[in-house]
């Protein structure tokens, strides 16, 4: 089945310990990207990715990091991870940017 | 100003009514998306356009890049149409830069 993947679903941790959230899609997607979503602010891009080892800043890139050392993944890392990070993740992949298909989402709490 | 605007922000209909979804942007695009985000939080992708029109079923999307607007509208709405949709445009000469609408909140009513 095509699909992104993402893990973990739920996630609850502390202030500075860093933490990774892993997205991988079985599509042969060149197109790779994080989002958070957030009450009253909607959906913003972190990162994304046009393709292997190729990044870009997003709107709200700050306190995180991504790469792409090969097509399939796409892992968020946040190094020190701050409560103003709690929030609902999306990765999504897309062939040449005609349309995204969204992981089922992650979320995370810092406290 | 917000670069992405949407209205209605929320909208209640009865089953079988026609619905029209605004968007309007104040950036150049490259393209924009037609998103449906489920009650359970999922997200789904409807449409991309640089231009004209897209039909996909009941669901039809339009943009008029002169006028920095695009409509999505669903025909005999059902109640499984019930969720959020989200505007979305990547900024032209970006890439994939993708900034997004606030949402519209739909329910149908059956």
């Known amino acids: 089945e095509a699909q992104v993947t993402q893990n973990p679903r739920y996630l609850i941790t502390v202030t500075g310990k860093k933490l990774t959230v892993t997205c991988s899609q079985n599509?042969?997607?060149?197109?790779m990207s994080w989002y958070r979503q957030d009450p009253g602010l909607g959906l913003r891009q972190i990162y994304y990715?046009?393709?292997?080892?190729?990044?870009d800043k997003g709107d709200v890139p700050e306190g995180y990091k991504v790469s792409r050392k090969e097509k399939r993944n796409f892992p968020l890392i946040l190094e020190s991870p701050s409560p103003n990070q709690t929030s609902l993740y999306f990765c999504?992949?897309?062939?040449?940017?005609?349309?995204?298909?969204f992981g089922s989402g992650t979320r995370l709490t810092v406290v | 100003k917000n670069e992405v605007e949407q209205s209605p922000q929320n909208l209640t209909a009865q089953e079988g009514e026609f619905i029209t979804i605004n968007c309007s942007y104040s950036?150049?695009?490259?393209?924009l998306h037609w998103l449906q985000q489920h009650p359970g939080g999922g997200i789904v992708s409807l449409f991309m356009?640089?231009?004209g029109k897209k039909k996909h079923g009941r669901l039809i999307a339009t943009i008029n890049i002169q006028e920095k607007h695009s409509s999505l509208h669903i025909t005999a709405s059902h109640p499984r149409d019930s969720a959020v949709y989200i505007c979305?445009?990547?900024?032209?000469?970006?890439?994939?830069?993708?900034?997004f609408g606030p949402g519209t909140r739909l329910s149908v009513l059956p």
């Open positions: 356009l640089s231009s």
């Open positions: 999504a992949s897309s062939l040449s940017g005609f349309g995204y298909t």
């Open positions: 950036v150049g695009i490259s393209a």
């Open positions: 979305a445009v990547s900024r032209a000469n970006y890439g994939q830069n993708f900034v």
């Open positions: 599509m042969n997607h060149e197109y």
């Open positions: 990715s046009m393709n292997v080892e190729v990044t």
